[in-house]
Each structure stands twice: as structure tokens, then as C-alpha cells.
């Protein structure tokens, strides 16, 4: 992947090397850069997306002068906050293809990258409660099927030999009947996503600007000539905003309303235990809430569930839905309950009005927003890096993400993925 | 952002409220008042449902930055 002799290529070799040089070998993955006054292209945000939009620009399209600007340090927003699951179930044809190129590279990603992101198929179960979760569940499972990704309806019998620590046999409020199983699904270390993609980004000549917040944009004669940083001005050909969490404000800068609000989504980890689930549940129980549970490497149960329900940036997360979580995680797995908690954390979540993202221009011919994911940021970085960097070095959106356009609010063309109206906390 | 002051009942946990939707802008065009939301702003007006108490819809100026509850009013009719 590197046509800068300065990145080392890391293999088994390599590896052998650096124990015999006292590890002298080991250099910072990335290179810090200066700002230049001029770009072809620059990226606001060094997150999954932006860091991914950088790398296959300048992997792929060869565009020779691009910055990532970031407000805070690499991976510190939602790349970094998320729950690592990756998966293609989706319902909607839009949706599963997009998700499904996705969770293809996800597959080879390691490779590509010349990291390890870890990256994890141990399947993800979505739970069945009732028959008509059943019923749903079928439905969602033939539609990926039709479209050529595995999903297996399990009965109760065959979900208690894949994953037996969930015990569905045993009595319980709301009986576990069945569950829909993606066995590509799995995880992947969130923050080896950012340094691979980073390291990978700056190899091929990307700078990363950590410490960088983007104040403004400049506009002249109807196109964005650069952007107001507190660095400096900088001059740009095109620019994309990848700020998730804080594309309001990127609204707010550009005077664009937009069809987007910020909701507060928290996740919390248990302290390390040895190996005890093996895969990836989501339990959804009617009406109140949800519980989303898998172990990380570490061996701390790593939970999530619904978002906090108001707009909030505080990414502090509210003690009620911390509650709501650990009841769904206890009804689910009553062994875990001498458990302490170890870490509480929230992220702040761009919620679009049909819970499908945006990928589109904003406002002027080059400005590109990368925004709206709501749960599914994480999932799509591989998917959104390389159909994004191709939209903004062509000009031209791949059929993959033209469903994504900002216009499908105003002809409406929604992607309405659970079928809940223009709420976003619904979503 | 624990609690919230119901006009009726007084103090009460959050999880007895419902997030009702963020009250959007006084726009012409119908697509703006239902999908678009103001820009971001220190002040967010909001109506709330006191759905595991008096059930009253209530009006919440907020400030979704800091979590800080400006004010609560009860509105007068229910909310379409």
C-alpha cells in the first residue's frame, strides 16, 4: 500500500526485525504535517470517514494535495466511541447494498491497509421474542438473501447451539422464540481503524492536522474558494465536511437548515472476564428499549442500546437509559449480574429524519457533506471512504450512494429503514 | 440532565418524561417544517409529555450544550 519508502511495511518480517533492533524499528504511524496554504481537496474531520474519504483520493483517484483537518486529535470523536459491530442486515435494497460493499471490504480491510483492524465474523444474532419478531425477522432475512447476503432464520433449538450462554430455553419474561443470524456480522477494533486508515492516509501523502478547527468557509463568486481555520486561512479546490456529531454546525456555517439532529448515544463496558459470549446479540424488547451485547478482546461485556431520546451534544448520557441497558444486558444473561461496570460513555449522534445517511453536495459545487449515519457510521467507513472519494474526485455520486441525496427529503424518496415517520429518536 | 420540573407535579425524573419532538421553524414551505431543523443554537423549545405522571404536554426551553433546563410551561391545548 505505501509509495512512501519512509512508512515501513509491517509484516511477520518486519516484526522479527524490530525484536532484534530493541525495537528501535517502531516510528509514529503517521508523520505530523504543516498546514499549507493550498489543496486540491480538504477534509474537515479526521474520523473514519474523513480519514477514509483522504486515503482513497489519494489512493484511487491519485489527487496529489489533501488535508484532513481535525478539531481535536485523530479518532477522537465517534470512530473512536462507537460499539465496533459491522454488519450488512439491513431491509431496504438501498440500504443492504451499501452496507454490504461495506462489510465485503471490511473482509480484506486488514490487507489493504497493512494494519491489523481486527476485524471479528462472529456473527451477529438479532433476537426474536414473539412470533411476529419472527415474522419480521423472515422478512428482513429474505430481502438480504434476494440480494446475495447470508442470513439465517434460527429457531430456538439451533440459536442455543450457536451461542448456549444465552440459554433461550429458559424461562424468561419475554421468551426467546428465535433470531435472525448474520454470520459475516462480527466487530472490529474502532481505534485500529483510524490509526490503519491514518497511517495508510499520510503514507500516500495526505496531511493530518490535529489541533485544527475549521471556523468558517470563504466563498467567492458561488463557489467555496478555502476555509477560516485556527491555524490560518487555507485555499481549497473542493472541500467535504465528515464532522459527525457536529454537522448542525457545519449548517450553521453555511446558513443551510438541515434535515439532521444531534441525539446522544451511550455504550459502557463491564469489567474483563474470560470468554463467554461469542458473537453479537441485539435484544430488543417490545416497547421499552434495547440491549445490544458482545465481549470485546479484552473480555469486558461491551453494551449499547437506544439513544438518550432528547437533543443533547453533552456527551455526558443520562443515568435512565444507563439503567435500561443493564436491565435488557441482566434479562439476557442473568450470569453477568455480579458484573461491575467499568466505563460509561456517549457519543453524540448526527440523526437524519429517515435514519439513512446524507452523501451529497451542500450548497455550492464543491462542498461535500459526509454526514446523517446515525447507528451506522462505523459499519460504513469502508463502503462511504471509497464511494465518497470517487464522488469527489469525479464530481459524479456511484450509483451506490445516489440514494443517499439530501433531495429524497423534498421529493420524498426516503429511506425510512424502520418505518418510523420523520422522528429522528424513533429512529 | 437528570430531572425535569413538571408545572403540575413538581420535580420528577427524567424517565417519567417523554422527548416529544424539537418545535420546528416558522418556514412556509411544509418539507422545512417537517424535516428541517434550525441550525444549531444554545436554546432548543421542545415539547416534552409527562407520560408516567399527570400526562401533560409541556413546553421545555433547554439548552442542549450544557443539559440546563431554561423553562417549563404546560401547554395549553395537547399538541396535534
Known sequence: ?427 | MSHLHCPFCGERELREFEFRKTLPGTSASPVARVYLRQEEQDISIEHWQHLEGCRGWLRVVRNPFTGRILQTTLLPEPAP
Open chain 1, 1 to 427: 500500500m505505501t509509495n512512501n519508502s519512509k512508512t515501513p511495511r509491517y509484516s511477520a518480517l518486519t516484526l522479527l526485525r524490530a525484536r532484534f533492533a530493541r525495537n528501535s524499528l517502531w516510528q509514529p504511524l503517521w508523520g505530523r504535517a504543516a498546514l499549507q496554504p493550498q489543496y486540491d481537496v480538504v477534509i474537515v474531520g479526521a474520523g473514519g470517514h474523513g480519514l477514509a474519504t483522504a486515503f482513497h483520493l489519494a489512493r484511487d483517484h491519485h489527487v496529489g494535495r489533501i488535508a484532513v483537518l481535525e478539531k481535536d486529535l485523530v479518532g477522537y470523536g465517534n470512530v473512536g466511541r462507537n460499539t465496533t459491530v459491522v454488519r450488512s442486515n439491513y431491509l431496504l435494497p438501498e440500504n443492504h447494498y451499501f452496507y454490504e460493499d461495506s462489510l465485503r471490504r471490511w473482509e480484506t480491510l486488514s490487507t489493504d491497509l497493512n494494519f491489523n483492524v481486527m476485524y471479528s465474523p462472529r456473527g451477529v444474532v438479532d433476537l426474536a421474542l414473539s412470533d411476529d419478531d419472527m415474522t419480521r425477522l423472515a422478512r428482513r432475512g429474505n430481502a438480504m438473501r434476494l440480494a446475495g447476503i447470508d442470513a439465517e432464520l434460527l429457531t430456538a433449538t439451533e440459536l442455543r447451539r450457536f451461542c448456549p450462554e444465552l440459554a433461550p430455553q429458559n424461562p424468561r419474561r419475554f421468551p426467546i422464540v428465535g433470531a435472525l443470524l448474520q454470520r459475516r456480522g462480527g466487530t472490529a477494533r474502532h481505534d485500529a481503524v483510524a490509526w490503519g486508515y491514518a497511517r495508510a492516509a499520510a503514507a500516500h501523502g495526505v496531511d493530518i492536522i490535529e489541533h485544527c478547527e475549521v471556523t468558517g468557509l470563504d466563498v467567492a463568486a458561488g463557489r467555496a474558494v478555502g476555509v477560516h481555520t485556527t491555524a490560518g486561512y487555507v485555499k481549497a479546490e473542493r472541500i467535504v465536511f465528515a464532522t459527525a456529531g457536529h454537522t448542525a454546525r457545519v449548517g450553521t456555517m453555511l446558513g443551510i437548515p438541515l434535515p439532521i439532529e444531534t441525539h446522544l448515544l451511550q455504550a459502557m463496558v463491564s469489567e474483563p472476564v474470560k470468554p463467554l459470549l461469542n458473537t453479537v446479540v441485539v435484544f430488543i424488547f417490545p416497547g421499552h428499549g434495547e440491549t445490544y451485547i458482545t465481549q470485546s478482546d479484552r473480555g469486558g461485556l461491551l453494551m449499547g442500546g437506544h439513544l438518550d431520546g432528547f437533543p443533547s451534544y453533552t456527551r455526558e448520557g443520562c443515568w435512565e437509559r444507563m439503567e435500561d441497558v443493564v436491565a435488557g444486558a441482566l434479562d439476557l444473561l442473568p450470569q453477568i449480574g455480579s458484573l461491575r461496570i467499568l466505563r460509561q460513555w456517549a457519543g453524540t449522534n448526527d440523526m437524519t429524519m429517515d435514519g439513512s445517511p446524507i452523501l451529497d453536495r451542500l450548497g455550492y459545487d464543491n462542498v461535500f457533506l459526509n454526514a446523517g449515519w446515525c447507528y451506522g457510521g462505523f459499519k460504513a467507513i469502508p463502503a462511504s471512504g471509497a464511494a465518497f472519494a470517487r464522488f469527489v474526485a469525479t464530481g459524479s455520486a456511484p450509483e451506490l450512494i445516489q440514494p443517499f441525496k439530501l433531495s429524497r427529503f423534498d421529493s420524498g424518496h426516503l429511506l425510512d429503514e424502520s418505518g418510523a415517520g420523520p422522528f429522528p429518536v424513533r429512529q
